[in-house]
């Protein structure tokens, strides 16, 4: 199907061909993993701003962006370091943190990068 959201939705496995050539084959959630967080929602019990300039300092950190007024995306540019460094920056900066999800690509994010 070329709805690849509906796919997402209902399919368990999935494969993926570019020009004939078969470039995946498997589980929806192991190519979604190969797609990686690149980005994470964070929740806050507190004002947001301070959190996004402290972040905004951050090599690793792409853009924060605010969802609401307690709630940031953030994307990284190393997922690796991100999961490292983002819950002990969070923690210095002494606003309360509700919760932190990595934002997951999509099957259709993850089509374009392997057709390209």
């Known amino acids: ?28 959630s192991d190519l979604l993993e190969r797609g990686g967080a690149g980005a994470y929602v964070v929740r806050l019990r507190g004002d947001g701003a301070a959190v996004a300039e402290r972040l905004r300092t951050e090599t690793w950190v792409g853009t924060v962006d605010p969802v609401a007024e307690t709630v940031l995306r953030i994307s990284v540019s190393s997922t690796a370091e991100a999961e490292a460094r983002l819950v002990v920056v969070l923690a210095e900066t002494g606003v309360p943190v509700v919760g932190v999800e990595p934002e997951l690509a999509t099957l259709e994010d993850v089509f374009l990068e392997l057709t390209r």
Do not use: K
């Open 1 to 28: 199907s070329h709805i690849l959201g509906d796919v997402q939705a209902v399919c368990d496995r999935v494969a993926i061909l570019d020009n004939g050539q078969l470039l995946f084959e498997g589980e929806v």
